[in-house]
C-alpha cells in the first residue's frame, strides 16, 4: 500500500508542475498576444500614413502620372523623360516619413515607377495583394527585411517594413493602378522590447507569488490530508489496544505470502514456504476475573511487545482476535517456523508478568503449519495451524503442537 505522505508528494508535485507549466503557457500567450496587438497597431497606423501618402502623390504627381489626363486615363502611365524629374521629387517628399521605397502600378500590373529603377518595367501578374488593390481595397502587411536599399541609397539590415498596397483613382472615381509603399517601422522594435520586458517583469512575479499562495494553502492542506489518511491507515490495519496488526491486516499478509509460494513453485522444485503460527494465552479469563480488565488489557499490551521483539523483522504479527495473536512467517521452512513458535511460547513463560506491581505468571499454546503442497488457499494453512493449537489446549495446554495435513481435523 502506497503511504498517505508519498502520495501528499506526488500531488504537490503534479501540482507544481501543472503550476509551472500554467504560468510558462500563461506567460507564451500574454508575449504572444501583446506583440500581435501591437505590431497590428503599427500596421494600422502605418496603413493610414500610407494611404495619405499615396493620395498626396498622386495628387502632386497626378499630371506626370497620367500623362496629362487625370480625369479620363484609364491607367496610370510615365514618359521615360519624365522619369528624372519624379524621381527628386519622389525622394525629397517621400524621406522624411520614413519611406525607403516605393513602386507605382499601372492597371495592367506593370511597375510605370520604382525608386528602386531595376524594376520599372516589369509585370507584376502573381500577386493577390495587388489583385486586391486593383479592386479597391487596400492591403497592408508588416515584414522583416534582412536587406533593402533606402531612398538615400544606402542598403540597411534587418529592419521592419509595413508594405501597403494603395489603390490609385482618377477624378471620375475609376481604379487606374496602385502604389506600393514600403515605410520603415523598425523604431517600433526597441519600443516594442521595452513594453513586453515591463510586461513579462510585472505579470511574472505576480503568477508566482499567486502560485507560491496557493502552494503553502494546498501544501499545508495536503499535510492535514496526509495526517487523516495516515490516522485512518492506521485505524485499518492496527489493533487499537496492542498497536500491532489487526485481524484484517494479517489474512492479507498471510493471502500474499500464500500467493508468492504459490507462483514461486511453479518455477522451483524446493521452494521457501511460509508458515502461520497461532498463540492463545492459557486461562486468560481468569486473569480478567482475578485482577479486572484493566491488568488484562495491559497484559495483552505487554505479550504483543515481547513477541515482536523475538520475530525477525519481516515477520508480522497481529491480534487475531481476544487473546489470541497470529504470526505470518515469510520465506521460511518448517524448522524457521518451529523455532519462532518455541522463541514465541519461552518468551512468554520463562519471565513472569509485572503489572501494576502484581506478579502473574501466564503460559501460552502454540499451534504453527506451513503451506504445503494441495492447499488451496490460505485458510487451509490458518486452518491447520488453528487444529494444531486446540490439540496443544486440549492436551493440557503450555505446548507447541503442529499438525501435518493428513492429521488436521
Known amino acids: ?230 490516522r485512518l491507515h492506521a485505524l485499518a490495519t492496527t489493533d487499537v489496544l496492542t498497536g500491532i496488526a489487526n485481524r484484517r491486516f494479517l489474512m492479507n499478509r498471510a493471502d500474499e505470502e500464500f500467493s508468492r509460494v504459490q507462483c514461486e513453485r511453479q518455477g522451483k522444485a524446493l521452494p521457501e514456504s511460509a508458515g502461520c503460527i497461532l498463540v492463545d494465552l492459557d486461562h486468560f479469563k481468569r486473569i480478567n476475573d482475578t485482577h479486572g480488565h484493566q491488568v488484562g488489557d495491559a497484559v495483552l499490551k505487554e505479550v504483543a511487545e515481547r513477541f515482536e521483539h523475538c520475530v525477525r523483522r519481516y515477520d508480522t504479527v497481529g491480534r487475531y482476535g481476544g487473546e489470541e495473536f497470529l504470526i505470518v512467517t515469510p520465506d521460511s521452512s518448517f524448522d524457521d517456523v518451529r523455532e519462532i513458535a518455541e522463541r514465541v511460547w519461552n518468551e512468554v513463560r520463562s519471565r513472569p508478568f509485572v503489572i501494576e506491581g502484581i506478579r502473574i505468571d501466564i503460559t501460552v499454546s502454540v499451534g504453527f503449519a506451513c503451506i504445503e503442497e494441495g492447499d488451496v488457499s490460505v485458510s487451509d494453512v490458518i486452518k491447520r495451524a488453528d487444529d494444531s493449537l486446540y490439540k496443544a489446549k486440549a492436551s493440557g495446554r503450555d505446548k507447541i503442537i503442529w499438525l501435518p495435513a493428513g492429521q488436521a481435523a
Open 1 to 230: 500500500m502506497t503511504k498517505p505522505e508519498n502520495e501528499s508528494n506526488r500531488l504537490m508535485t503534479l501540482f507544481s508542475l501543472s503550476a509551472l507549466t500554467s504560468i510558462a503557457m500563461i506567460l507564451v500567450v500574454t508575449f504572444v498576444g501583446i506583440r500581435s496587438i501591437y505590431t497590428q497597431n503599427v500596421i494600422e497606423i502605418a496603413e493610414q500614413q500610407s494611404i495619405s501618402i499615396s493620395q498626396a502623390v498622386f495628387i502632386q504627381e497626378r499630371e506626370l502620372l497620367t500623362h496629362g489626363n487625370s480625369s479620363t486615363a484609364g491607367s496610370l502611365r510615365i514618359i521615360p523623360s519624365d522619369f528624372g524629374r519624379i524621381d527628386q521629387r519622389m525622394h525629397d517628399y517621400l524621406q522624411p516619413f520614413n519611406i525607403v521605397k516605393i513602386k507605382v502600378f499601372d492597371g495592367h500590373r506593370s511597375i510605370i515607377y520604382s525608386t528602386d529603377p531595376s524594376v520599372i518595367g516589369k509585370a507584376d501578374t502573381a500577386n493577390v495583394r495587388l489583385d486586391a488593390a486593383l479592386r479597391g481595397d487596400v492591403d497592408a502587411q508588416f515584414r522583416t527585411k534582412d536587406k533593402i536599399v533606402d531612398l538615400a541609397e544606402e542598403e540597411r539590415l534587418n529592419i521592419d517594413v509595413v508594405e501597403t498596397y494603395v489603390p490609385v483613382r482618377n477624378r471620375a472615381g475609376e481604379i487606374i493602378g496602385s502604389v506600393e509603399i514600403y515605410m520603415d517601422v523598425t523604431r517600433y522594435r526597441d519600443r516594442l522590447n521595452q513594453i513586453l520586458g515591463a510586461s513579462m517583469s510585472v505579470i511574472g512575479p505576480v503568477l508566482l507569488i499567486a502560485f507560491a499562495m496557493v502552494y503553502l494553502v494546498m501544501r499545508r492542506g495536503t499535510r492535514r490530508l496526509s495526517q487523516y489518511e495516515e
